[in-house]
């Protein structure tokens, strides 16, 4: 299903349930290392190219690295948490530390074509496919 | 401070007893709560919300935070392999009689929101006048 987000008020509603349509599908297969000590990362297709959007609040953008390098990605950065040392704690749910991040994509990225963004806590990553692993049409003669 | 290790945490969908009007879910976000001798901290992780998208709002003793996601770059997209879902947030407190109502303040900087509860100055508000 790919999104058309033309109301917005259904926008929301419509992006939801096809994110909800794809919930831990298999396509990456096991090929995300390091599952349960990471990010939440989800991955969207826009024509030839990937989107992966990861939602990193509280990160500097400087304690942020994105590598590509063939067909993966890895994802590595530094959350930390600092309240004074006199105050008590009430609640505490947020988490922070270390992650480090490997996903295997189906498909070969163009190193030099990536772009990284970072806004609001949310990081996007821009892979465009590599130039030979487009696919072709073949000419039946 | 001892920091954990930082895990996936599946985000939690928003329970509650009043009934909402729109089809959308909301999110709970996850939150500290520290208080030192003169103020109590809310930090919230509300990723994707920008500083103009939040709304902090004090109604009787209800401390409501709402904060609504950007959706703008999500158009033509398809997803493919999905770990967690997009919403918008919100979540209520209960505020004691030790917070300066007026001095509560907010800010949100890289998807994390601190709204900071200054205490009542204790001598300004135990004084009482006896004529």
Known sequence: MVMRIADPFSALRALQRAVDERRL???LGSATSGYGASPPVNVFRKGDDLILVAEIPGVDKKDLDVRVKGNEVRLTGKKSIDYADDVSIHRRERVAGDFDRTLTLRMEIDPDGVEAEYRNGVLKVFLPRAEKAKPRTVEIN | MAEREMEVQEKQELETSEERTEAARYFRPYTDIHE??????VTMDMPGVDK?????KLEK???TITGHVDL???EGLEPVYTEYNVGNYVRSFTISNEVDRDAISAKIDNGVLTVSLPKVKE???RRI???
């Not at chain 2, 103009?52 to 902090?56: F, R």
Request: hydrophobic share 40%; no cysteine; aromatic share 8%.
């Open chain 2, 123 to 125: 001598a300004a508000a």
């Open chain 2, 129 to 131: 006048t006896v004529n």
């Open chain 2, 72 to 74: 703008t770059g999500y």
């Open chain 2, 52 to 56: 103009k998208d939040v709304d902090v």
């Open chain 2, 61 to 63: 003793d209800v401390l």
């Open chain 1, 25 to 27: 599908s298999d396509w």
């Open chain 2, 36 to 41: 030192s001798t003169d103020t109590i901290t």
